[in-house]
C-alpha cells in the first residue's frame, strides 16, 4: 500500500488545499485526492510539482507500507 504524505508536508507549512493547487497549478481535485489519500494514480508531474514545492524527495511524499500497518 502507499501511503501520501501530503497533509503532513502540508500541515507544516500551514498550507491550505487551494494554496497548494494554485502555488503548484495542480487542479485543486488532483491535490484534494492526495490529500484524502484517495488517489487511484499520480501523474509524474503531479509529483514533480509537489516535490518542487515542499524541496522534497519522492520518498519524502511517498511511502510505501505494508497492509495493515
Excluded at 11 to 23: H, M, P, S, W, Y
Excluded at 43 to 50: H, N, Q, S, V
Aim: proline residues 1%.
Amino acid at each position: 500500500m502507499i501511503r501520501c504524505h501530503l497533509v503532513k508536508l502540508m500541515g507544516e507549512r500551514k498550507l491550505k488545499i487551494a494554496d497548494v493547487a494554485r502555488q503548484t497549478g495542480l487542479h485543486r481535485n488532483t491535490v484534494t485526492l492526495l490529500y484524502k489519500e484517495t488517489a487511484s494514480r499520480v501523474d509524474l508531474e503531479a509529483m514533480d510539482k509537489l516535490c518542487e514545492l515542499f524541496d522534497c524527495e519522492v520518498g519524502d511524499l511517498f511511502e510505501r507500507v505494508q497492509p495493515g500497518n
